[in-house]
Every structure is written in C-alpha cells, then in structure tokens.
C-alpha cells in the first residue's frame, strides 16, 4: 500500500503545482488565480503530511483534491482551460488518497 500512498503523493504534489501555474498566469480571471493559490497553499501541508504518514496527511489530500475537483467542475462550466485536467488529477488525488493506508496500524487502547 505505501506504493498507493506515494502515487497520492505525486499526484497530489502535481496539481498543487499547476495551482501554483494558475495563480501566477496572469492572463486568467482574478477569481481563478485566487483560488489557484488558495488550492497550493492548502495542498502543501496536505502532500507533506501524507508523504510523512501523519494521521491527518490523508484526510488532507482527499478534501484538497475534492476542492480541487470541485474548482475543475466550475472551470468546465466557465468553459475554462485546464477544467478537464483538473477534474482528472483531483479525482485521481481524492481516489488515490482515499485508498492509501498508513504505513502503521492504528494504535487502539485495550480495555482492562
């Protein structure tokens, strides 16, 4: 499973860079760049907290890559570019992070 884990990782890490493209491209809407940026600097926590197996690592990357699936959807209605990518790599980072599992099993308190 930690094969799954760094495929999120990676996936993740990719579209937390074309966030960073969209922010800074100066030739898209306000609104996208804004919330380009706001998608990177979420994903950035996210893709080094799974990447470090922390608890809350995977939770992070599958609701960013909701977001960013969400944000595709809207891109594709607003006809655009990059909608459809984003629909595809999100989806993938919501799939991917929902289907990696930590590396250690969770601790669980015996009952005396």
């Known amino acids: 499973m930690k094969l799954i884990r760094w495929a999120a990782v990676a ?12 922010a800074v491209d100066p030739d898209v809407d306000t609104w996208v760049r804004i ?17 470090r197996d922390l608890p809350w690592g995977r939770p992070a990357v599958i609701g ?18 990059g909608g459809a990518i984003g629909l595809v790599v999100g989806g993938l980072g919501v799939v991917l992070g929902a289907f990696s599992a930590p590396s250690h099993p969770a601790r669980v308190a015996a009952a005396h």
């Open 64 to 81: 960013v890559g909701a977001l960013n699936v969400a944000g595709a959807v809207v891109g594709i209605i607003a006809d655009l570019d």
């Open 11 to 22: 996936v993740t890490a990719l579209f937390v860079l074309m966030n960073i493209g969209a």
């Open 35 to 51: 919330f380009g940026a706001g998608l990177a600097l979420l994903g950035i926590p996210a893709v080094v907290g799974l990447a």
